[in-house]
């Protein structure tokens, strides 16, 4: 890769962040649910195009299709990239994240990020998947608050990083847990004032 950027003139870091956004820009969410004749997703619900909207639709599978699309551009982004070493991982997985927060197809918006920021999460460090899953199903089961349990999960990954010796990695989702946590003011002000949905609310 060092020799590819070379000859082009480019930085390895730069052809990352391209090669990840433009993995994490596709709106898998907005596809899916165009494919199956459900119309716009991003008319429905919150109006962004990730899983839990596409869930609104009614379509269960579709709505586990787009998680598992969502997360798999991360990880390919910040996988295949890593072939070429740690920071230009670390920079295809931040511009995936970023990408399907802020798709420029999509005039800059786009989901929440969650799924895409566990794929690159798995792409980078796999076992501490396991981690988040296992801190998101104890506040799952304790709280019933999809959105709490995600909150929760992302502002443990970075300290868990930092302690297993992955600094450089740590770092990456510090930021990434901000942007998210910042992307979720609206459940955060709804928790806060205890009307947020909790899991198996209907409508």
Do not use: C
């Amino acid at each position: 890769m060092d020799l590819f950027s070379w000859q082009l003139g480019l930085p390895s870091t730069a052809l990352s962040l391209a090669f990840g956004y433009l993995l994490g820009s596709i709106p898998f969410g907005l596809i899916l649910t165009r494919m199956a004749g459900l119309g716009d997703v991003r008319k429905i619900g919150s109006g962004n195009i990730g899983a839990t909207n596409v869930l609104r639709t009614g379509n269960k599978k579709l709505a586990a299709a787009t998680l598992l699309l969502d997360a798999l551009k991360g990880t390919a982004a910040a996988a295949i990239a890593s072939l070429w070493g740690v920071e230009a991982g670390i920079a295809a997985g931040l511009a995936a994240f970023l990408g399907h927060l802020y798709p420029v197809w999509l005039g800059f918006k786009g989901g929440k990020g969650v799924a895409t920021y566990i794929g690159v999460l798995l792409g980078l460090v796999p076992w501490v998947v396991l981690v988040f899953a296992a801190i998101w199903l104890a506040m799952a089961k304790i709280s019933r608050y999809s959105s709490l349990s995600a909150l929760v999960a992302t502002a443990v990954i970075p300290v868990v990083l930092y302690l297993t010796g992955h600094e450089k990695v740590a770092l990456l989702f510090a930021v990434m847990t901000l942007i998210t946590w910042v992307k979720h003011r609206a459940n955060i002000k709804r928790l806060l004032a205890g009307t947020e949905s909790r899991i198996g609310d209907k409508g």
